[in-house]
T-cell receptor, first 114, second 111 residues
Framework: DAGVTQSPTHLIKTRGQQVTLRCSPISGHKSVSWYQQVLGQGPQFIFQ???????GRGNFPDRFSARQFPNYSSELNVNALLLGDSALYLC?????????????FGDGTRLSIL | EDKVVQSPLSLVVHEGDTVTLNCSYE??????LLWYKQEKKAPTFLFML????IEKKSGRLSSILDKKELSSILNITATQTGDSAIYLC???????????FGGGTRLMVKP
């Protein structure tokens, strides 16, 4: 069975640009969560979506937004990119939304801002 | 604000050694504690702990949760070079799939 897939693998942008990252969950998983991992730190929670609805938001500015589609795939959008947005962006999926089962992560998108 | 702290920050051992990694948490409405292994990219799920005092085991790895002390340990026996990785601890609350991660322990196992 395919795991969580993310695209693109790597991305280079300049300050002020906008970026869209994509995630396909494991088949049968309805919940998708996004995390930002800065080099040398643990991942930090950005958003959780379940059945196309936002169920949680971390401490990130409004420049960050996301959505979930009817097939449960998800997109993370970041506007007005800053140098500090350079990080590994991880997507995780799980069957439900309550945290009763573990989340499984994709390989991430490495975003570099010049 | 929810918080997870891991220690040590890094550890260097030789093959065959046994290691213990520590994780402490302060989480409102705590639900579960999870351990992940991160080698290059995707954190790989190891254990999910919800009940205090019940050890979970998978091969040479084991983990236990202490809800009284708000902590967990991950043990690795007879370490191998393939165990070299960053080990992440994360706590979940009742609100849903919003993990709070610690900073990780970087383990290096030398031949």
């Amino acid at each position: 069975d395919a795991g969580v897939t993310q695209s693109p693998t790597h991305l280079i942008k300049t300050r002020g640009q906008q970026v869209t990252l994509r995630c396909s969950p494991i088949s049968g998983h309805k919940s998708v969560s996004w995390y930002q991992q800065v080099l040398g730190q643990g991942p930090q929670f950005i958003f959780q979506y379940y059945e196309k609805e936002e169920r949680g938001r971390g401490n990130f500015p409004d420049r960050f937004s996301a959505r979930q589609f009817p097939n449960y795939s998800s997109e993370l959008n970041v506007n007005a990119l800053l140098l500090g947005d350079s990080a590994l962006y991880l997507c995780a999926s799980s069957p439900g939304s309550t945290g009763g089962q573990p989340q499984h992560f994709g390989d991430g998108t490495r975003l570099s801002i010049l | 604000e929810d918080k997870v702290v891991q220690s040590p920050l890094s550890l260097v051992v030789h093959e065959g050694d046994t290691v213990t990694l520590n994780c402490s948490y302060e989480v409102t409405n705590f639900r579960s504690l999870l351990w992940y292994k991160q080698e290059k990219k995707a954190p790989t799920f190891l254990f999910m702990l919800t009940s205090s005092g019940i050890e979970k085991k998978s091969g040479r790895l084991s983990s236990i949760l202490d809800k009284k002390e708000l902590s967990s340990i991950l043990n690795i026996t007879a370490t191998q070079t393939g165990d070299s990785a960053i080990y992440l601890c994360a706590a979940n609350n009742n609100a849903g799939n919003m993990l709070t991660f610690g900073g990780g322990t970087r383990l290096m196992v030398k031949p």
